[in-house]
């Protein structure tokens, strides 16, 4: 088992910057694949960034990318998503998730969930 907390959320208006946290506990941390999703209301839950286990390889859905940045901190057990030129669009839970696989993109491939942190981006 992997426990996952996030932290981090809040509100910031539009153009700022917020920097979750996902902290891991059980398992060998390292040994996963990371990502992050969000889940707007009325919206399905969707990809946002992803990366491996070593922190070589990255993934980021178009809509976040160049603006938010995925890593992590195995000495910490702690995966981060830091969000920069946040738009109201952005605004949803953002949640963490373990995989065994490959930096996927598809949340059926990720086997632990946190229970997420709400980011409100006002304009």
């Known amino acids: 088992q992997v426990q996952l907390v996030e932290s981090g959320g809040g509100l910031v208006q539009a153009g700022g910057s917020l920097r979750l946290s996902c902290a891991a506990s059980?398992?060998?941390?390292?040994?996963?694949?990371m990502g992050w999703f969000r889940q707007a209301p009325g919206k399905e839950r969707e990809f946002v960034a992803a990366?491996?286990?070593?922190?070589?390889?990255?993934d980021y859905a178009d809509s976040v990318k160049g603006r938010f940045t995925i890593s992590r901190d195995n000495a910490k057990n702690t995966e981060y998503l830091q969000l920069n030129s946040l738009k109201p669009e952005d605004t949803a839970v953002y949640y963490c998730?373990?995989?065994?696989?490959?930096?996927?993109?598809?949340?059926?491939?990720?086997?632990?969930w946190g229970q997420g942190t709400q980011v409100t981006v006002s304009s």
């Open positions: 990366i491996s286990w070593s922190g070589g390889s990255t």
């Open positions: 059980g398992r060998t941390f390292s040994s996963y694949a």
């Open positions: 998730a373990a995989s065994s696989a490959v930096a996927p993109r598809g949340a059926t491939a990720y086997d632990y």
